[in-house]
C-alpha cells in the first residue's frame, strides 16, 4: 500500500530554518507529483508547495522566496526546506501525492 512518511520536524525559534522529509513508497515515485500542506490549529489545511514529476515547482505567497520543495527520485523522498521561519508558519505539515493519499504530518512550532 501507499505509505508517506515526514519528519524533521520541530521547534525553532523565529528566523531560523528546518529541512521537512517526505518518504513514499508503494508508489512509482518518479511520475507523481507530490506536495507539502499545513493545517494550523483553527484554520483550513492549505497547500505550501508542490512539485510536479518533472521538477517544476509552485509555492504559496506566504512561502515564496522562504520555502524551497525538492525531489530525489532515487531516494523516494520529496523535500521541503523552510527557511526565515516566523510564528505564522506554525502548523502539522503534510506531504501528499494527488491529494489521494496523505502522510501523518509533522509538527512544526515556530517561537517568537
Known amino acids: 500500500q501507499v505509505q508517506l512518511v515526514e519528519s524533521g520536524g520541530g521547534l525553532v525559534q523565529a528566523g531560523g530554518s528546518l529541512r521537512l522529509s517526505c518518504a513514499a513508497s508503494?508508489?512509482?515515485?518518479?511520475?507523481?507529483?507530490m506536495a507539502w500542506y499545513r493545517q494550523a490549529p483553527g484554520k483550513q489545511r492549505e497547500l505550501v508547495a508542490r512539485i510536479t514529476s518533472g521538477g517544476s515547482t509552485g509555492y504559496a505567497d506566504s512561502v515564496k522566496g522562504r520555502f524551497t520543495i525538492s525531489r530525489d527520485n532515487a531516494k523516494s523522498t520529496v523535500y521541503l526546506q523552510m527557511n526565515s521561519l516566523n510564528p505564522e508558519d506554525t502548523a502539522v505539515y503534510y506531504c501528499?501525492?494527488?491529494?489521494?493519499?496523505w502522510g501523518q504530518g509533522t509538527q512544526v512550532t515556530v517561537s517568537s
Open positions: 501528499s501525492t494527488m491529494s489521494i493519499y
Open positions: 508503494g508508489i512509482i515515485f518518479r511520475l507523481n507529483p
